[in-house]
């Protein structure tokens, strides 16, 4: 009650013009120009409510210096540098109701500072104490760029498009870990990675499987569904799910951090990989635009450990063409 009470009052107050830059009080200039790339998100009245009630959650914990290009910069001197809203603001406009908006942007801000509690118990610099925490996240490599690009992290290519960074899952929040601590501990980044990835395999994803008639042929397709966990843990198919790997491997889409979509490829059942795309095209579409954590909107083949891209074409009629990547072909082209 007290944040949206502040919230109200701070927007009653406001003189300026909407997507102008002012001031609150005497030393905390605000911009409410609404971040590049998100102006078809959410309006700028909205917009202008969701800054003034986070600024209402966060100065209940922190001193703020300025807001500006969808960050909430804190003053010097404190345990963080400041807030980024893109995610924030992407959650709120799934919701349609405002009046709920206090509620979730208060929930994204706890698990912040939940995060930064729990952080502040471990010591970056001694691995042991970190290594029960190490997780694995994918973004998109433009994601990255817009936030300051990757060399102050940890990652690796997986997916054409994407970076895996190297995490830390505390409680409420994931949080990347920065470059120069992993450094500090002198270890094989290979070996780092496949703690991480461990530490994924051991959560509890969903795995559902369904067999469809697709133009006379019954094809199986399996789903992954973790909204924290089902990205990074398909990147270990073949070690936590080998179920799920054919013979030729799997054709796989990650379309956001919560999905996954997987059609095993088999030498008895070559095209089946292609069908699957076909069938799920427009959903793994949906599923990556209206996801607030996007990953890709492309196809993969997952084969010994390896993700290749699988070339998808659309026509001015609808129709799907499916390329199979040059390693596939090969395997397809095999006399038995």
């Given at each position: 009650?007290?944040?949206?009470?502040?919230?109200?009052?701070?927007?009653?107050?406001?003189?300026?013009?909407?997507?102008?830059?002012?001031?609150?009080?005497?030393?905390?200039?605000?911009?409410?120009?609404?971040?590049?790339?998100?102006?078809?998100?959410?309006?700028?009245?909205?917009?202008?409510f969701?800054?003034?009630?986070?600024?209402?959650?966060?100065?209940?914990?922190?001193?703020?210096?300025?807001?500006?290009?969808?960050?909430?910069?804190?003053?010097?001197?404190?345990?963080?540098?400041?807030?980024?809203?893109?995610?924030?603001?992407?959650?709120?406009?799934?919701?349609?109701?405002?009046?709920?908006?206090?509620?979730?942007?208060?929930?994204?801000?706890?698990?912040?500072?939940?995060?930064?509690?729990?952080?502040?118990?471990?010591?970056?610099?001694?691995?042991?104490?970190?290594?029960?925490?190490?997780?694995?996240?994918?973004?998109?490599?433009?994601?990255?760029?817009?936030?300051g690009?990757?060399?102050?992290?940890?990652?690796?290519?997986?997916?054409?498009?994407?970076?895996?960074?190297?995490?830390?899952?505390?409680p409420?929040?994931?949080?990347?870990?920065?470059?120069?601590?992993?450094?500090?501990?002198?270890?094989?980044?290979?070996?780092?990675?496949?703690?991480?990835?461990?530490?994924v395999?051991?959560?509890?994803?969903?795995?559902?499987?369904?067999?469809?008639?697709?133009?006379?042929?019954?094809?199986?397709?399996?789903?992954?569904?973790?909204?924290?966990?089902?990205?990074?843990?398909?990147?270990?198919?073949?070690?936590?799910?080998?179920?799920?790997?054919?013979?030729?491997?799997s054709?796989?889409?990650?379309?956001?951090?919560g999905?996954?979509?997987?059609?095993?490829?088999?030498?008895?059942?070559?095209?089946?990989?292609?069908?699957?795309?076909?069938?799920?095209?427009?959903?793994?579409?949906?599923?990556?635009?209206?996801?607030?954590?996007?990953?890709?909107?492309?196809?993969?083949?997952?084969?010994?450990?390896?993700?290749?891209?699988?070339?998808?074409?659309t026509?001015?009629?609808?129709?799907?063409?499916?390329?199979?990547?040059?390693?596939?072909?090969?395997l397809?082209?095999?006399?038995?």
């Open positions: 009650m007290r944040s949206l009470l502040l919230a109200t009052i701070l927007a009653c107050l406001q003189t300026a013009a909407i997507g102008q830059s002012t001031t609150v009080g005497p030393s905390i200039p605000i911009s409410y120009d609404i971040p590049p790339g998100l102006e078809n998100a959410i309006s700028p009245d909205d917009y202008h969701l800054v003034d009630t986070s600024i209402a959650v966060i100065a209940e914990r922190f001193r703020i210096d300025s807001v500006s290009g969808g960050t909430i910069r804190l003053a010097k001197g404190q345990e963080l540098g400041g807030f980024n809203l893109d995610n924030l603001i992407l959650q709120c406009a799934a919701v349609k109701d405002r009046t709920v908006w206090p509620a979730i942007i208060r929930d994204h801000f706890q698990k912040i500072f939940s995060s930064v509690e729990e952080q502040q118990k471990i010591d970056p610099s001694n691995y042991w104490s970190v290594k029960p925490y190490l997780s694995l996240r994918i973004y998109p490599q433009d994601v990255i760029g817009q936030h690009g990757p060399d102050a992290l940890v990652t690796r290519v997986d997916l054409e498009g994407t970076y895996t960074v190297l995490m830390l899952d505390l409420g929040a994931f949080t990347p870990l920065a470059k120069n601590v992993f450094d500090g501990w002198k270890r094989n980044k290979a070996d780092v990675f496949r703690t991480a990835q461990d530490n395999d051991s959560q509890h994803v969903e795995k559902v499987s369904k067999t469809t008639d697709m133009q006379g042929t019954q094809l199986e397709v399996t789903v992954l569904g973790n909204e924290d966990y089902a990205a990074s843990y398909a990147l270990d198919l073949g070690k936590n799910s080998p179920e799920l790997v054919g013979d030729w491997g054709a796989i889409a990650i379309p956001n951090k999905l996954v979509s997987i059609c095993k490829i088999s030498p008895g059942k070559p095209a089946d990989f292609v069908k699957f795309i076909q069938l799920t095209y427009p959903y793994i579409e949906r599923a990556y635009q209206q996801h607030p954590q996007r990953i890709s909107d492309q196809y993969f083949w997952y084969y010994q450990g390896t993700f290749t891209r699988i070339r998808v074409e026509n001015g009629d609808g129709d799907i063409n499916v390329i199979a990547p040059y390693g596939l072909g090969q397809m082209g095999k006399k038995p």
